[in-house]
């Protein structure tokens, strides 16, 4: 028999095969007893063989009898070469039953074709069916699996690989003809139309350059198996074997990408760079790769809507159409040029043009050195305060540019080209918003003839002149047409009058390009554009958005590895506003992580007094100046009696450091009592205090004598849970009486009073103040270290220990008294302040300087005035009972830890031995900063969620939190 073509014979229904036969098949020509249960294919019968308990022994194949055997045989060959080339496992044959293992079971179908058997072996790791969202990682390895198939077939040669296939990329627009008219839905066959006649054209001039050779045609999430690491290392299906464009290979693959939650054609790169590093593209492939996406795009969805009415009954090929046809809208969403010019552009082809000068000026008689630049960036001065949230924002800038510059000649105030504007973007956005600008805006301070910078034919509309001539397009929104238009002008000719604010874009090839686009997509649409500034005289300044990776490569140069990044991959953040951080492209991320930030980032208040204490004085604390003593006060007046005396210092760690000395100077002795999965700090001594795994893996081991801890009094998954959690108490208070029974009398217990490096939760009631006893019975001090959880954010408490219903010795505080500036203190009575006289004297040369003390007033009147506290509970307690009531429907979520806007949400992948789903915490995460939100994991298992926003955060912002993740829980991360 010859070997298929498909333009011969173009309706394949499934061969009609029974469960029960198949179970006879699979025992009379290959020996296995086993049960069947059939698989979804859109052309064969395949089955699932299992053993009596139920272990898989394979899949048995019965083909579709319109494939000759050479044609199987080729793809069982197919299989056992790339097996044998590259570290991907393919289903090869299980059993032999005659040449190759493909048995003729004899029977024939209703056309008296031959039905050709196999059995192949079955890989264990699930597939990546379905629609769920794929992370970034996995699309990398996807494009990694079909580089390598590539790689591996381009030696691989077979006479069963001569077959005529709908599958074949060559025969695309063919197949599209021919199929398409069963498309009833006129608009969407018009639309498919349209789209392939468009991709073929492109290709048209490329199909000679593009090498051909034996590809396996169908790498799809539902065609791969997942390693141990959840990443795809395994091939199966090779029914589309045949020879094609190599390059088909990657664009199949790029095209089932699109099927899945949250894809679009931006993030199909990383499997388009995972390609090219292991098969490099060569250009004329990076060219045809998009318009080969938009034709297997369309041949899907012609072939399945075709597939499902030839065979009604066939449920895979018809729950396959809403894919299709979403693979399809993704992959067409985007212009063709504008994808191939970002796909050259992610793989270093693109070659930069240069900007379009004209033979005359855009405006006349205006001198360069007239026109000013009005910065839009991120990093603007002018969007400070959250001025770019004002709708009018851009022309209020201008107007006051025009303002200011009216004395000194300013002729026109311009925006610039390629710039991703703040002002375009929005808080609480799942998606980038379009901020890159492809033109710009000019402001003229009086108006401005516009002049033809090339000759070329006029078209003028109500709202636009364009002019269209050798050097592209130029097109001008908002001017004046002059009264008589000759659509014919010579270079220097009037095109009319600007008398206010327009909108210039200058055109190379002619696609139509929108004003703003996302900054996922600007390499495309820029490639597509100039730069209507060099019309003006201007030189062309690069104002592409600020590179982060580029940025991190030299943060690895030049700032110590061991101070990691959040993020692989992370955002340039250049700004922050309120409860949200900003990018460098103009794109807002909702932070849950900011818990320093309590008033919120870039608060004008807090800048405004530093700003002016700054130019009044700054100096140390061994002057006497008023705020030094005014902070000192406040703090005090926070705290209940004895704690009445302040020391200030800069962080966290050395409040901490401090509190140790304090308290080994008050009582002579050495050895402290913590907690063991906590962190106190980096210094020498708070490092040896802090034993969490997730800060230091080496902490337990490399803990020095003086210091003990006591279990961790964790009541999830601590030793003790639930009820059983009172028990942490007793335990720790006979660990102190053993201490001084041994000759080991603490100096201090130190603990933050809420536990929030476990995932912020409560201490078990009663335990401080059992512990605060045992230890003070011992002669020894508690010190509460309140650097995270003090200063309100638990909502109901302003201090954490007010929790506990305790008073400690000392009390440490950082973080939030500063907003971010360093800034720490250490509050205790008089005579344990007193005793560190022992030590000497104490100074700290920034600690309490005349600028920190302004900045810890002004953040406590701020938190005071916009009773923040409240904030935190009233939001916080919104916040928690929203993700409980996700708990009731995700059992990922194992417990809401925490209070006020203290919180961990703490992921397991089993509610009863609350097994860790610590690489489900990491990947949420990424997901989450996709769809706009910062968030980390925390403790020794980094399987907590942790939440602690600036205390300013608004109900809507903590709602979007919550919607994100239940989006990212429902479809996937
Ligand atoms: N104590 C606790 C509980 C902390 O969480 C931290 C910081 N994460 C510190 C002390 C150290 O503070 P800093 O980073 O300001 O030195």
């Not at 590809?215 to 198996?225: A, C, F, K, L, Q």
């Not at 104002?543 to 955002?571: G, I, K, M, N």
């Amino acid at each position: 028999m010859t070997a298929f073509d498909f333009f011969e014979a173009a309706e394949l229904p499934v061969p009609e095969v029974s469960a029960e036969r198949a179970e006879q098949i699979a025992a009379d020509q290959f020996g296995l007893s086993a049960q069947a249960v059939e698989l979804g294919s859109q052309q064969d019968a395949n089955f699932l063989l299992t053993d009596p308990s139920g272990g898989p022994v394979g899949v048995l194949k019965i083909a579709n009898p319109a494939f000759s055997r050479a044609e199987l045989e080729a793809q069982d060959a197919a299989a056992a070469f790339i097996a044998d080339s590259e570290p991907i496992r393919t289903a090869t044959n299980v059993v032999s039953a005659g040449p190759a293992g493909i048995a003729d079971v004899g029977d024939r179908d209703h056309d008296g074709g031959r039905l050709f058997a196999r059995v192949i072996r079955y890989l264990p790791g699930g597939a990546l069916s379905g629609d769920a969202y794929l992370g970034p990682a996995q699309v990398a390895a996807l494009g990694d699996l079909a580089g390598r198939t590539c790689r591996a077939l381009a030696g691989f040669d077979h006479p069963g690989v001569d077959r005529v296939l709908q599958w074949d990329l060559r025969h695309g627009m063919r197949t599209v003809g021919v199929l398409a008219p069963h498309v009833s839905d006129d608009v969407r066959r018009t639309c498919v139309e349209s789209a392939v006649t468009a991709a073929w054209d492109a290709l048209a001039g490329l199909a000679e350059d593009l090498p051909i050779q034996v590809i396996h045609g169908d790498i799809t999430g539902d065609n791969v198996v997942l390693g141990d690491d959840g990443l795809p290392d395994g091939l199966i299906d090779f029914g589309d074997l045949m020879r094609s464009w190599a390059v088909a290979e990657l664009a199949v693959t790029v095209a089932t990408l699109l099927r899945h939650e949250g894809s679009e054609p931006a993030t199909t790169l990383p499997a388009i760079r995972a390609f090219h590093a292991v098969r490099p593209l060569a250009p004329a492939e990076a060219e045809a790769l998009w318009p080969l996406v938009v034709l297997r795009a369309a041949v899907l969805v012609v072939s399945g809507i075709h597939q499902s009415a030839v065979d009604a009954e066939n449920n895979y090929a018809s729950a396959a159409l809403d894919s299709e046809w979403r693979i399809f809208q993704q992959a067409s969403a985007v212009p063709l040029a504008v994808m191939t010019a970002q796909i050259r552009h992610a793989l270093g082809m693109a070659v930069p043009g240069g900007h379009i000068s004209g033979d005359a000026a855009l405006i006349r008689g205006v001198d360069p050195g007239e026109i000013l630049r009005l910065d839009l960036s991120t990093e603007s001065g002018a969007m400070d305060g959250g001025a770019w949230l004002d709708p009018d924002a851009e022309d209020r800038l201008a107007r006051e540019a025009l303002a200011r510059g009216a004395a000194g000649h300013v002729a026109a105030v311009v925006t610039s080209f390629g710039q991703a504007r703040l002002t375009r973007s929005a808080t609480l956005n799942p998606e980038s918003p379009a901020t890159v600008a492809t033109g710009v805006h000019l402001w003229p301070a009086t108006a401005l003839d516009l002049t033809a910078p090339w000759p070329g034919r006029v078209e003028t509309t109500c709202q636009s002149v364009t002019l269209t001539g050798a050097g592209g397009t130029v097109r001008v929104r908002g001017a004046v047409q002059p009264a008589e238009t000759d659509p014919a002008v010579v270079a220097g000719g009037q095109l009319g009058v600007i008398d206010g604010p327009v909108w210039i874009q200058v055109l190379r090839h002619g696609t139509s390009t929108p004003q703003f686009v996302r900054p996922e997509y600007a390499a495309g649409w820029l490639d597509q554009v100039s730069d209507p500034l060099v019309l003006l005289g201007l030189p062309h300044t690069p104002d592409l958005v600020a590179d982060s990776e580029s940025l991190r490569e030299r943060r690895s140069r030049a700032f110590a590895t061991v101070q990691e990044h959040y993020y692989d991959d992370p955002p340039r953040i250049e700004r922050g506003w309120r409860e949200h951080l900003i990018g460098t492209d103009g794109r807002t991320y909702l932070d849950m992580v900011n818990n320093v930030a309590v008033l919120g980032h870039g608060h004008p208040e807090l800048a405004a007094a530093v700003a002016r204490q700054w130019r009044r004085l700054n100096t140390n604390s061994r002057f006497n100046y008023a705020s030094v003593v005014a902070l000192s006060e406040r703090l005090a007046a926070t705290l209940p009696d004895p704690l009445d005396t302040v020391f200030l210092v800069n962080s966290g760690s050395e409040a901490d450091d401090l509190a140790l000395r304090l308290a080994m100077a008050t009582t002579g002795r050495h050895d402290v009592v913590a907690v063991a999965e906590a962190y106190h700090g980096w210094t020498y001594a708070t490092d040896a205090i802090s034993t969490s795994l997730a800060d230091n893996p080496n902490a337990l081991s490399t803990r020095p004598p003086w210091v003990h801890t006591v279990p961790s009094p964790n009541a999830y998954r601590g030793e003790h849970r639930g009820p059983e959690a009172s028990k942490y108490a007793p335990e720790a208070v006979s660990i102190i009486e053993r201490l001084a029974a041994q000759g080991h009398p603490p100096a201090a217990f130190i603990c933050e009073p809420f536990y929030g490096n476990a995932g912020g939760m409560a201490l078990p009631d009663g335990y401080l103040r059992a512990v605060y006893a045992a230890v003070r019975g011992a002669g020894g001090l508690a010190i509460a270290d309140e650097v995270q959880v003090g200063y309100g954010r638990t909502g109901r408490w302003f201090w954490a220990f007010e929790q506990q219903g305790v008073v400690p010795d000392i009390v440490c505080v950082a973080k939030a008294m500063g907003n971010g500036q360093p800034l720490g203190a250490v509050i205790t009575t008089k005579a344990i302040a007193d005793a560190y006289r022992n030590c000497g004297y104490f100074f700290s040369s920034a600690g309490g300087s005349p600028v920190s003390c302004v900045v810890g007033l002004t953040v406590l009147d701020v938190i005071e005035r916009d009773h923040l506290q409240q904030n935190a509970l009233t939001v916080g307690d919104h916040l928690k009972a929203r993700i409980n009531a996700l708990a009731e429907e995700f059992p990922i979520i194992g417990t809401v830890h925490g209070s006020g806007l203290y919180m961990g949400v703490e992921l397991v992948t089993d509610c009863t031995s609350l097994e860790p789903a610590v690489a489900e915490t990491a990947a949420i995460c990424e997901r989450l900063r996709e769809l706009g939100v910062i968030v980390q994991p925390t403790g020794d298992r980094q399987n907590v969620l942790k939440m602690k926003p600036p205390m300013c955060i608004t109900r809507e912002s903590a709602d979007y939190f919550v919607d994100m993740l239940e989006r990212v829980l429902r479809t996937g991360w």
